[in-house]
């Protein structure tokens, strides 16, 4: 059952976020391909991986950076560092890919550790205002979790490290969009806020 729409005078930022939710769903297409391109070739090499992540990662984090200069409200500072974070992993991974498995693991625990935490602060920032905040807590904790399992254990086989990387990014991707359409739905309830 849904919970109703949050009353009017909502904080800026959500109104903003609101009203660019079509960055979510593209964030959440993202992951999904991803995930399915894992998937679907399980035999990737750590080289291959990287770079696919690296790609991924940096699409990732141009869509945080976009939303965090565009974005309106006093928290777009999260966004612009959970994009830099992004950028800047996707762009490690992408350069050096011959680098070892356990750099890239804990590249990719890093930035899904910092991205988690970003949006579980997020979700409980803003419980009271969105429809669903817990698409976002849940994604967020997700990332965090996916994020410091890699840290703590960088040396996980190859296979065993593409699944997880795969699962955590469709189902990410999915609450991902489950969180745009809540805020889509806030925003056509919303005309002009």
Known sequence: ?????????????????????????????????????????????VLTLAIVWGAY???????????GARGGGTRRWTYIVVGLIGVIAGLVAFFWPGETAIVLVMIIGVWAFFTGIFEIIYAIQY???????????????????????????PGAGALSLIWVIAAYAVLYG??????????????????GK
């Open 127 to 153: 419980r009271h205002a969105i429809a669903h905040p817990w698409a976002v807590g849940i994604s967020g904790l997700l990332s965090a979790a996916v994020g410091f399992f890699l840290a703590l254990f």
């Open 1 to 45: 059952m849904n919970r109703p729409l949050p009353p009017i005078g909502l904080p800026p930022i959500l109104a903003s976020l609101s009203a660019h939710w079509g960055w979510l769903i593209a964030r959440g297409i993202a992951a999904i391909v991803f995930g399915i391109l894992a998937f679907t070739l399980p035999g990737l090499t």
């Open 174 to 191: 999915f609450l991902m969009i489950v969180a745009a359409f809540q805020l889509r739905r806030w925003h056509n309830a919303h005309p």
């Open 57 to 67: 990662a940096i699409v990732d984090g141009a869509f945080a950076l976009i939303y």
